[in-house]
């Protein structure tokens, strides 16, 4: 039964372990080849949760390879402008194309207000927009020449409403949000169709280590933000394959004149 990315190719970044995985994973049993792409190394200081590593990438790689698709891993860092073009280059030269972005690489600190230091503000941006910025520019010219496609950034719960405790991931995902608008209305002409995926809580290790614990002690400081972002539905976070769904639905024709939209998978969480 053909898939309906048959004949694809997606580079994904972040794509070791939690979203960017499921991603891969999605993408591939749709037919897609896959370019996985993540750090696999330590993240900065003040991230509360475990870095990923080789072993996840690698992890990756076989459920892909399962899959039946060819898969590129490569271990880099997405704030390297001249590392991403020449891993989208070389991508070109082993799979012949490039026709799905799906920028998902992104850290998250939670920190109070007058608790942030230059340092984590930069360490967010750097990574969360100058990241995305980055895919971006290192693959759009890749999609063109494959005769159009789509790039899918993944903003936030966070990149239409506030995430309290948190004045840098909030800045940061509001900037894809714009970002994708001024992608798509540059990209169009060319067939390339720029649209966002915001999730609310999602069950992957960004909620490990001592996140919670970071999460309690920064609530702490003001309560009443606290219930912000709770869910509409019974389920309280989504799994990573339910934000792999909407995805795959970007990458896929079903979507064709889809352009400059944001999608959210939140349960609701940005109306509450």
Known sequence: MAGRLDGQVALVTGAARGQG????????????????????????????????????????????????????????????????????????AK?????????????????????????????????????VWNTVMATAQHVIDAGGGSII????YAGKKVQPFMVPYTTSKHAVTGMTRAFAAEL??????????????VATPMGGGDMVGELERTGATNPKLNAMGTPFTAQFCAQPEEISNVVAFLASD???????????????????
């Open 95 to 131: 799979l012949g194309k490039i026709t799905t972005v799906v920028a998902n690489a992104g850290i998250c600190i939670p920190v109070v207000w007058n608790e942030t230091t230059p340092e984590s503000f930069d360490d967010v941006m750097g990574i969360n927009v100058r990241g």
């Open 188 to 201: 169009g002409q060319y067939n390339v169709r720029v649209n966002s995926v915001h999730p609310g809580g």
């Open 153 to 156: 950034l993944i903003s936030s």
């Open 21 to 92: 995985r499921t991603h891969c994973v999605r993408l591939a049993s749709e037919g897609a080849d896959i370019v996985a792409v993540d750090l696999a190394a330590p993240l900065p200081a003040g991230v509360p949760y475990e870095s990923a590593t080789p072993a996840d990438l690698d992890e990756t790689r076989r459920l892909v390879e399962e899959t039946g698709r060819s898969v590129i891993t490569v271990q880099a860092d997405v704030r390297d402008l001249e590392a991403m073009r020449a891993i989208a280059d070389d991508a070109v």
């Open 254 to 272: 079903e979507s064709k004149f889809m352009s400059s939209e944001h999608l959210s998978v939140d349960g609701g969480s940005q109306y509450f």
